[in-house]
């Protein structure tokens, strides 16, 4: 069984939760596409589909809502996974019913909300102005949820 996970990520926690999806589900069976910078494969190559990107300001990255527009037909036919990483606890479950179609979230094999970071050292002026206007972090956090990245891999694996 072939795993792609499809990704974006604008500071590296993403790619955090990535790496660690590929460690639980077989480095040797699993390939990852990060949408800013590489192609996407062929799809039929893969029995199992993984979707995730982090949520900016209500909104997760748009090259993969085009993503899964694109290729919604084929995503469909696959067993497919569906994540987001975010930090504003109240809003998580809006955040990823709007960040996927309503139809790949009603075909998911498993759905994840896996928290995120504040990582201040890499935001530029103005994410940091907006983080500290709508939160009241003011230093570097990590908040991300292992046990339920855990979760959801062992579901996919057999
Ligand atoms: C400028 C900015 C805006 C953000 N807006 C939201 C938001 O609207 N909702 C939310 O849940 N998290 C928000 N976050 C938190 C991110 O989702 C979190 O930092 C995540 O871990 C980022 O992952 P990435 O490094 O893979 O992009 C925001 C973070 C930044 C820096």
Request: with cysteine; proline share 2%.
């Amino acid at each position: 069984m072939r795993t792609l996970i499809v990704y974006m990520t604008h500071h590296g926690t993403t790619e955090k939760v990535v790496e660690k999806l590929t460690e639980l589900l077989g480095k040797s069976t699993t390939e990852v596409v990060n949408l800013e910078f590489d192609a996407v494969p062929d799809l039929s190559r893969y029995n199992t589909l993984i979707i995730g990107g982090s949520i900016h300001v209500g909104q997760i990255q748009l090259g993969i809502k085009q993503f899964c527009r694109d290729y919604k037909q084929e995503l469909l036919k696959k067993k497919l996974g569906l994540f987001i990483c975010y930090m504003n606890k109240e809003q998580g479950k809006q955040e990823f019913e709007n960040a996927f179609p309503k139809e790949l979230r009603e075909r998911a094999h498993a759905s994840g909300l896996f928290g995120g970071e504040f990582l201040f050292e890499k935001m530029n002026f103005l994410e940091r102005f907006i983080v500290r206007m709508v939160t009241s972090e003011k230093k570097t956090t990590s908040a991300i949820n292992y046990p339920a990245i855990a979760k959801f891999a062992a579901s996919f694996v057999v």
